[in-house]
């Protein structure tokens, strides 16, 4: 069986390896988007890398449309990014391939596929079973990336252009974080009294080497931190090795952002609050008194 797995982030293509490894497959990547720019990394991953220069939906569509049909690829793969949902669906579409997302894990079982995937704003697992041909989105850092195998061959694609045509681009406010990429985050919430008090949530995610990343009321409603940091269904889903959240209550719109956080540490005044029952460790206390005793403590222990 052929396997195509499409990487959009340079992670990607070592995360979409460890899934195709357990198919017993020939697996090849196309690699879009900041993979792209990757170009030798990618191809560590995989026997062959396509390289196509783009972020553009369409284009992605087309080159993986027309893989399909010439390769005979049975099973395509990617992760969840607005823009391979948005490509990989026009090609679900055109070939009339099933899909399913918000996937966790696969395996194959005759001529199907059965997909492990989260609903219910990821409360809820179930399990499907695909005919393949098929796509499989997985949600974003599903798994660590695979050991790379050595160098495959790379063979670039021209990106066909769509009809659409760009008419203006506005910039909007954000700030400089990856907060995909980040392996510690300390998440902020309502509990803080002002924009200026976020300043010692800042100051432990930099002696934490982590980014800040907020709720959506920080964000979309007082407008306290750009939308980049906004984390959440209707935002970001992350996946840090430790999430430390501050004076978050621990709604599900808001946790279904951080379901593939490793650790959790929640630090709230109320015991009640529903984020100690998804939390590894609860602090329950006030963050004006806490945050500062934890600052200190760790610039004595860092010698900072
Ligand atoms: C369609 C839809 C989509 C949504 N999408 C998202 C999303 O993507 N992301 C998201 O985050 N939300 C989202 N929401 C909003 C979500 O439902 C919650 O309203 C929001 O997550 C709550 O944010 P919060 O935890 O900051 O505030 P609150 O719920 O008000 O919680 C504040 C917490 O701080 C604690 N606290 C107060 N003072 C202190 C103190 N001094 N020290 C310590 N703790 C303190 C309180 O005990 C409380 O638990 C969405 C809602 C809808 C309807």
Redesign the pocket.
């Known amino acids: 069986m052929k396997v195509l797995g499409v990487a959009y982030e340079p992670r990607d293509a070592g995360e979409l390896l460890r899934a195709a490894s357990s198919l017993n497959a020939e697996f090849h990547i196309l690699a879009a988007g900041r993979a792209a720019e990757n170009a030798e990394e990618v191809s560590k991953y995989a026997s062959k890398a396509y390289i196509l220069k783009t972020k553009s939906p369409y284009s992605i569509f087309k080159a993986v449309e027309s893989l399909v049909k010439q390769e005979g690829y049975k099973l395509v793969i990617g992760e969840g990014y607005r823009n391979l949902r948005d490509a990989l669906s026009r090609v679900a579409g055109s070939l009339n391939m099933p899909m399913a997302t918000d996937a966790y894990s696969l395996e194959v079982s005759g001529e199907s596929v059965v997909v492990v995937r989260g609903f219910l704003s990821e409360r809820a697992r179930m399990k499907v079973e695909v005919p393949l041909p098929a796509i499989v989105l997985f949600t974003q850092r599903f798994t660590e990336p695979a050991e790379p195998l050595g160098h495959g061959s790379i063979v670039e694609l021209k990106p066909e252009e769509g009809p659409e045509r760009v008419v203006e681009v506005k910039p909007k406010a954000v700030g400089e974080v990856n907060l995909e990429e980040a392996e510690i985050i300390v998440g902020v919430?309502?509990?803080f009294r002002s924009k200026e008090d976020l300043k010692l949530a800042f100051e432990l995610a930099e002696l934490l080497g982590g980014q800040v990343g907020c709720?959506?009321?920080?964000a979309a409603d007082l407008k306290w931190l750009s939308e980049d940091r906004?984390?959440?269904?209707?935002?970001k889903r992350v996946s840090p090795k430790l999430y430390i959240a501050v004076?978050?209550?621990g709604?599900p719109?808001?946790m279904s952002?951080v379901q593939n956080a490793r650790i959790i540490v929640a630090?709230?005044?109320?015991k009640s609050?529903p984020i100690f029952k998804q939390a590894d460790y609860g602090v329950v206390?006030?963050?004006?008194q806490f945050l500062p005793v934890l600052i200190r403590k760790l610039r004595e222990k860092l010698g900072r």
């Open positions: 919430g309502r509990g709720t959506r009321p920080i906004w984390i959440g269904i209707s935002g004076g978050i209550s709604s719109q808001h952002g630090v709230n005044k109320d609050a206390a006030d963050l004006y």
